[in-house]
């Protein structure tokens, strides 16, 4: 119906129930990086950043709180690894869970700009 596949069905739904052009999870990344990332300390960013990258390459799947234990793995090689270089279970899971509500909002008008 339209050409997004490397969008979301996020995408698809806001093209058809709103006509708004579908974006790419790079293009959604890239323009929401800077939210996403503030707050997080230079560790936990570097993994949500690590997680980007697979969402961006792997689709939308990625961000399930089922892929987090094997998102750690794959990152830090063991589960103890990772939070002795992240911190506890619970603080990586509030900023795995934490970040992705940045990821889908609607970018903010600049002074100036029409709405």
Do not use: C, W
Request: hydrophobic share 40%; aromatic share 10%; proline share 3%.
């Amino acid at each position: 119906m339209i050409n997004a596949d490397k969008s979301d069905v996020f995408d698809v739904l806001a093209y058809i129930a709103f006509a708004l052009p579908p974006i790419t999870r790079l293009d959604r990344v890239q323009e929401r990086r800077v939210t996403i990332m503030s707050g997080y300390d230079p560790k936990l960013q570097a993994f949500l950043d690590f997680v980007l990258t697979q969402y961006v390459q792997q689709g939308v799947n990625e961000l399930d709180q089922e892929k987090l234990g094997s998102l750690l793995v794959l990152k830090y090689h063991t589960i103890d690894d990772a939070t002795s270089a992240l911190g506890s279970v619970g603080t990586i899971r509030d900023a795995f869970v934490g970040f992705q509500r940045h990821l889908y909002e609607r970018p903010t008008k600049a002074a100036g700009d029409e709405l």
